[in-house]
């Protein structure tokens, strides 16, 4: 069965920072694209950033560059979105993603999301 655990999401001032993890299990994680997506207030989901995890490229959606980092630890099975100069349009529900093939959603996989507050 696969799992995806995400968890890291807390309240934080604008420009703050927070590292999400994401620990993944019942699938080959080395041979996976690995991704983040977020709520948006009223929309449906945004893609945030993807990586895959055999050579570690990644790509990130222009609302983050810059700000957001994507990394993985293959021996841990755990994906990484450190998030720093925080802004409170980035407040939602932000979700680990994998998928086999795809680097953007739909993905095949979705966890259960943590919560990331930015407000001062």
């Known amino acids: 069965e696969v799992q995806l655990l995400e968890s890291g999401g807390d309240l934080v001032q604008p420009g703050g920072s927070l590292r999400l993890s994401c620990t993944a299990s019942g699938f080959t994680f080395s041979t996976y694209w690995m991704g983040w997506v977020r709520q948006l207030p009223g929309k449906g989901l945004e893609w945030v950033s993807s990586l895959y995890t055999r050579d570690g490229s990644s790509y990130y959606a222009d609302s983050v560059k810059g700000r957001f980092t994507i990394t993985r630890d293959k021996a841990k099975n755990t994906l990484y979105l450190q998030m720093d100069s925080l802004k409170p349009e980035d407040t939602t529900v932000y979700y680990c993603?994998?998928?086999?093939?795809?680097?953007?959603?739909?993905?095949?996989?979705r966890g259960q999301g943590t919560q990331v507050t930015v407000s001062s």
């Open positions: 993603a994998a998928d086999r093939y795809r680097y953007q959603p739909p993905y095949t996989y």
